[in-house]
């Protein structure tokens, strides 16, 4: 073991989601390795336990599975186990760490965001419930990266990554594993397979999964084509390419466009796309969107179709900017829902203390107690189980749902890029405005109350501060504000607009909250203080 000096860096701190930076960032001498210390510092070292190393596979996931794989040997780890290639999706990752029972693991990735050498990274350390780390842990990290002199390394010879198998070195056991199949066999352990073999192999239901050139595309071939029998044509885009083939693997309408296409113009009963690291889905019908909010709201109130909820559910949970079509489902079936920040690390501890099965997000994740994170194919499954035990089109699920329940319109605007320093002053006044809004009247909409979202973690009491500006107006609508915490460069603003309807089920969605939008607009000073005139991304 070699001790190497170095000097702390000041932009080390976790964001919504681990540390996410520009490649070349990462490529500076000691960067990934003074955080991957900071992070093995935080836990304590290895204490001869198992890590688990793993990415989406985007340019520069090899070398640092290499460099964290010596790192780990030099800092106390007994086992450590890779996906082969370096690869495993957010899910399979969680997964593998739970059924091994291993005490964390690091995943490699940047998610949606776009690979390459002049694109996005990421790292984040993962706990031995397979979960994101807690805002406790990442903070201690934080504190570790400012005041790190120095980090452990093993001068060891580079592991053949794509060779399954078990390797000793220096005395640890290198265990390289097969990056599907654990996460098939709890998938298969929780779905009616049979009944989803005869939908999807039938010949008369049509569907695409598009894996967008990232992760997911081994996974959702050895399910959905081996293990389920559908068409080979049905899964696309799924070799994993470093660079996602030059695209955003994010899936929504703007980037998941040629799918939205395909599915409409050939008249196909379902489509579904995840993101590079395979833990976010958007599901689609023959011409229609499903929004992520009302996708989590459908399939809890339909989980006891699927045999690995046939109990109910234990509880439900969303993040606050989420809509509150989820809390309509959990009040009629008696079931507690609980409102948490951004953010899939606060529903850790729900999940951990049995309070919660089912929890999900506006930002296209929906998840279960399953593994500890969002889980794309997963959330794809459930629709694939309930349309084969229902025999129901998405749109006719979808429309019932509304009838039942009612709808609630949902819509996020985003304002990418934007000067950071433009964007904290928007902020700050915005802030500013609070206490004294509740009783205004911006052309109709009277403000109820104003506040910043603080949330206190039932479990553990810790409390979370300043999560986001939520303004709650008499008739219903909510405007939800705050700078995304995942971006590489500059800031995003996210804007979410919601409201309840009962009657007019099928009006379109963004011109019914055009009205809201302009409030926001007035609230936020957006162009005011940034020049910008639209958002970059509507979801
Ligand atoms: C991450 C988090 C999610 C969060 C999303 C967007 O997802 O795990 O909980 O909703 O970022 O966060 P923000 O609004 O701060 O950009 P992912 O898929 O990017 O890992």
């Known amino acids: 073991m070699t001790l190497i000096n170095t000097t702390p860096f000041q932009d080390?701190?976790?964001?919504?989601?681990?540390?996410?930076?520009?490649?070349?960032?990462?490529?500076?001498?000691h960067y990934l390795e003074n955080f991957v210390q900071a992070i093995f510092n935080a836990v304590g070292g290895g204490q001869n336990g198992c890590l688990v190393v793993g990415g989406d596979g985007r340019y520069f996931n090899r070398e640092a599975v290499q460099t964290i794989v010596a790192m780990a040997i030099a800092n106390g780890y007994k086992e450590i186990i890779v996906g082969q290639g370096g690869i495993l999706s957010t899910p399979a990752a969680s997964c593998v760490i739970r059924k091994y029972k291993c005490s964390g693991g690091i995943i490699l990735s940047a998610s949606h965001n776009p690979g390459g050498p002049d694109e996005d990274f990421g790292i984040k350390y993962n706990g031995a419930n397979g979960g994101p780390a807690t805002e406790q842990l990442t903070d201690k990290i934080y504190a570790e990266s400012c005041a790190l002199t120095s980090y452990k390394l093993s001068a060891i010879e580079a592991i053949d990554l794509d060779l399954i198998?078990?390797?000793?070195?220096?005395?640890?056991?290198?265990?390289?594993?097969?990056?599907?199949?654990?996460?098939?066999?709890?998938?298969?352990?929780?779905?009616?397979?049979?009944?989803?073999?005869?939908?999807?192999?039938?010949?008369?239901?049509?569907?695409?999964?598009?894996?967008?050139?990232a992760v997911t595309g081994p996974y959702a071939k050895e399910i959905l084509i081996n293990r389920l029998g559908a068409p080979a044509e049905?899964?696309?885009?799924?070799?994993?390419?470093?660079?996602?083939?030059?695209h955003h693997p994010d899936p929504n309408l703007v980037h998941a466009a040629d799918l939205v296409s395909k599915v409409n113009q050939n008249g196909l009963d379902f489509g579904a796309a995840s993101d590079g690291d395979g833990d976010r889905n958007m599901i689609i019908g023959n011409n229609f969107y499903v929004n992520p909010c009302d996708s989590l709201a459908v399939l809890a109130a339909n989980a006891t179709l699927i045999p690995g909820y046939a109990q109910g559910l234990a509880g439900v949970a969303r993040?606050?900017?989420?809509?509150?079509?989820?809390?309509?489902?959990a009040a009629a079936q008696g079931l507690n829902c609980y409102e948490t920040p951004t953010g899939w690390k606060f529903f850790g501890n729900l999940i951990d203390d049995g309070r919660i099965t089912f929890c999900g997000e506006e930002s296209f994740g929906t998840g279960s107690s399953h593994v500890r994170e969002k889980d794309g194919l997963w959330a794809v499954l459930c629709w694939l189980n309930i349309l084969a035990s229902t025999g129901e089109s998405v749109a006719s699920l979808m429309r019932n749902h509304w009838q039942n329940f009612g709808r609630d319109l949902f819509t996020r605007h985003d304002y990418e890029g934007l000067d950071s320093a433009q964007a904290a002053e928007m902020m700050k006044a915005l802030d500013e405005k609070l206490t004294n809004l509740a009783g205004s009247n911006f052309d109709g909409f009277v403000v109820e109350?104003?506040?910043q979202f603080a949330y206190s973690d039932p479990v553990d009491g810790s409390v979370s501060q300043r999560q986001g500006v939520r303004i709650l107006f008499t008739n219903g609508a909510r405007i939800v504000v705050r700078l995304s915490g995942t971006g590489t460069s500059g800031a995003t603003l996210r804007v979410y607009l919601d409201r309840f309807i009962n009657e007019d089920l099928e009006c379109d969605t963004q011109a019914a909250l055009a009205p809201l939008s302009a409030v926001a607009s007035k609230l936020i000073g957006v162009e005011a203080f940034t020049g910008r005139k639209a958002p970059d991304v509507v979801t």
Request: with cysteine.
């Open 319 to 329: 993040s606050m900017p989420t809509s509150r079509a989820l809390d309509r489902v």
């Open 234 to 246: 049905s899964v696309i885009n799924a070799t994993p390419e470093e660079d996602f083939g030059g």
């Open 12 to 29: 080390q701190k976790p964001g919504t989601s681990g540390l996410r930076k520009k490649v070349r960032h990462f490529q500076q001498p």
């Open 449 to 451: 109350t104003a506040d």
């Open 165 to 213: 198998g078990t390797l000793d070195v220096e005395g640890v056991k290198v265990r390289i594993i097969d990056s599907v199949s654990d996460y098939a066999e709890l998938m298969e352990s929780l779905f009616d397979f049979p009944a989803m073999r005869s939908l999807l192999s039938g010949g008369e239901f049509s569907f695409c999964f598009d894996a967008m050139h």
